[in-house]
Nanobody
Framework: QVQLVESGGGLVQAGGSLRLSCAASGRTFSSYGMGWFRQAPGREREFVGKISWSGALTYYVDSVKGRFTISRDNAKNTVYLQMNSLKPEDTAVYYC??????????????????WGQGTQVTVSS
């Protein structure tokens, strides 16, 4: 039904910025709540932030609040994660996810129906 394709990951120095993109297929994308998650080696998948269908509502986990910004462009079927002031502890595989049941998702990975393939973000110290 929905496929998510992520891009924009890479290697950056601490303090740098990176913008991740998640392109979605499916005409129902605009009605889905979207979330970003990340997973570092040896650790469980971690919630990063979420955005409502309209983009009016956003929420971020404390560790990234003030540094990361989620936005979406429904006309382009794309959600973004702008990451500023990156820290080594931000190093992880980042995933975008869609919640087909909610217009504003939760912080729980289990609630999301569709996932991107993930993109590696590595922050050097």
């Amino acid at each position: 039904q929905v496929q998510l394709v992520e891009s924009g990951g890479g290697l950056v120095q601490a303090g740098g910025s990176l913008r991740l993109s998640c392109a979605a297929s499916g005409r129902t994308f605009s009605s889905y709540g979207m979330g970003w998650f990340r997973q570092a080696p040896g650790r469980e998948r971690e919630f990063v932030g979420k955005i409502s269908w309209s983009g009016a509502l956003t929420y971020y986990v404390d560790s990234v609040k003030g540094r990361f910004t989620i936005s979406r462009d429904n006309a382009k079927n794309t959600v973004y994660l702008q990451m500023n002031s990156l820290k080594p502890e931000d190093t992880a595989v980042y995933y975008c996810a869609a919640d087909s049941k909610r217009s504003y998702g939760t912080s729980n990975a289990v609630d999301y129906d569709y996932w991107g393939q993930g993109t590696q973000v590595t922050v050097s110290s």
